[in-house]
Antibody, heavy 120, light 107 residues
């Protein structure tokens, strides 16, 4: 069974940093693009980052570009999200997701998420 | 950025009824559209990809249709477990974008 488990969330002050991790199992991690999607409390879904299987291609929306950095370690079956210069509007549950297939950039499965709260 | 507009915002129906949820894109996304279901306190779940393909394990009562800018998720006969929030998402262009969601509630 494919499984994604996020960790590293918590309370951080505005301007601070946090690093999220995602541990993958049940599939060949090195073969798939991986992604981060977030959901602010009571709000909809927002795509945050995507990284190709070989780390060659990385994409971000304007809302986080220059502040967030995603990376992966295929030897450890792990995905990471380094979040710097955090703002109150970054408060959300952050989900790690796998791309459905090499040429199908939709998200399946999803982890349970980790909550990031940016507040003083 | 491609904007996805879902309608209605809330749909009130009874078990056994047919549901039709709409997603309209601000420009063509071909058939690169997916649908997700999210229940309270849970992560989203992929239902439909590439407009009309059911994901693994998704019941046959869920179907997707459309291309270009207009898409529909249809649930043929609602089961109690289908009442949830549904999101569409496009993978045609960067940034990837989601619709704002349709809440399907019990009437």
């Amino acid at each position: 069974e494919m499984q994604l488990v996020e960790s590293g969330g918590g309370l951080v002050q505005p301007g601070g940093s946090l690093r999220l991790s995602c541990a993958a199992s049940g599939f060949t991690f090195r073969d798939y693009s991986m992604n981060w999607v977030r959901q602010a409390p009571g709000k909809g879904l927002e795509w945050v980052a995507s990284m190709s299987y070989d780390s060659k291609y990385i994409y971000y929306p304007d809302s986080v570009r220059g502040r967030f950095t995603t990376s992966r370690d295929n030897a450890k079956n792990s995905l990471y999200l380094q979040m710097d210069s955090l703002r109150a509007d970054d408060t959300a549950v952050y989900y790690c997701t796998k791309s459905l297939a090499a040429d199908r950039d939709c998200f399946d499965p999803w982890g349970r998420g980790t909550l990031v709260i940016v507040s003083s | 950025e491609i904007v996805l507009t879902q309608s209605p915002a809330t749909l009130s129906l009874s078990p056994g009824e047919r549901a039709a949820l709409s997603c309209r894109a601000s420009q063509s996304v071909s058939t690169y559209l997916a649908w997700y279901q999210q229940k309270p306190g849970q992560a989203p779940r992929l239902l439909i990809y590439d407009a009309s393909n059911r994901a693994t394990g998704v019941p046959a009562r869920f179907s997707g249709s459309g291309s270009g800018t207009d898409f529909t998720l249809t649930i043929s006969s609602l089961e109690p477990e289908d009442f949830a929030i549904y999101y569409c998402q496009q993978r045609s262009n960067w940034p990837r974008t989601f619709g704002q969601g349709t809440k399907l509630e019990i009437k």
